[in-house]
């Protein structure tokens, strides 16, 4: 196989920017920047999140069995990048009905009850169920406009 072609592919593959938002044990927010979402079902909804096999993420989803994800939207390019430096303390959250942290101001967020994890490669494949969602006004951030690649 052509590596190089391989890699070229792959990043076509349009993605979002989100925040992936957890309760770690001690039960302090945890904030996590990630890209690779998609919705696998109506109904119920269901969504699969990919982590990084060894992202402290994946181990509160595990421990915690839910997660919610953030959908930053246009023009969230310092936030984005504050995520990504774990500057959380210039992110600025507020709480899911249940209490799990997410982005103030986005394009909206979903809550996820966790439901099944795929093992397979450098990452995990989360399948969740969508238990609440909140919607407001703005366009979803493409990982693109970032100049952020993560495929390949």
């Not at 590596?3 to 309760?23: N, S, W």
């Not at 959380?88 to 009905?97: L, N, Q, S």
């Amino acid at each position: 196989m052509d590596k190089k072609a391989k890699k070229k592919v792959l990043q076509l593959i349009p993605y979002g920017a989100y925040v992936v938002g957890t309760k770690t044990e001690d039960g302090a927010n945890h904030l996590m920047f990630g890209t690779w979402l998609m919705q696998t079902s109506f109904k119920p909804a269901l969504v699969a999140f990919a982590l990084s096999q060894d992202s402290r993420t994946l181990a509160n989803v595990r421990r915690a069995k839910a997660f919610a994800v953030s959908f930053l939207k246009e023009g969230s390019d310092t936030l984005a990048q504050n995520v990504l430096d774990e500057a959380f303390d210039k992110v600025p959250t507020e709480a899911t009905p249940s209490g799990l942290p997410v982005v103030a101001g986005g394009a909206g967020w979903i809550e996820c009850k966790y439901l099944d994890i795929l093992d397979r490669g450098d990452h995990r494949i989360v399948l969740a169920e969508v238990v609440d969602a909140s919607a407001a006004a703005g366009k979803l951030l493409p990982l693109e406009a970032l100049g952020w690649h993560y495929g390949g």
